[in-house]
């Protein structure tokens, strides 16, 4: 079951690692502005649920082998539920009505949380790659 729950942890490090620098950047290089926008933004709402999803079955499956991963795991899904519903749909209307501004300001917390939430995923594979797990 811990290499079950260790896969589960690496499959969201490596998802949010890949969408956040490697798709996201990918298509706003590869798709004019007018395209990029929109299919991002149909794309965030199934990023945010495979954090959620994610996270909260890692953390449950490593519950029985460290408890201070498995907090920090459900921490990610816990605070993955709120971007996904309210700042989400925030950054979204600013960009409709041209609110640069609080678009940018908004934006900027999104990616605050996500490299939040890599660098608790990587703590946690850290943790029990350096032995650190109680």
Known sequence: ????ALLTTALLFGGMVLYSFGFAAFLFTALPPDVAG???RRAFPLFYLFVLCVAAVAAA???PFDR????LLALIAAT???TRQILMPAINRATDTGAKGRFKQLHRLSV?????????AGYVLARFV???AA
């Open 1 to 4: 079951m811990l290499i079950i």
């Open 38 to 40: 929109p299919t991002i």
């Open 61 to 63: 499956l490593l519950v």
């Open 68 to 71: 201070l991963a498995a907090g």
């Open 80 to 82: 993955t539920l709120p």
């Open 112 to 120: 605050v949380v996500t490299l939040v939430h890599i660098a608790l």
């Open 130 to 132: 350096g032995g650190l």
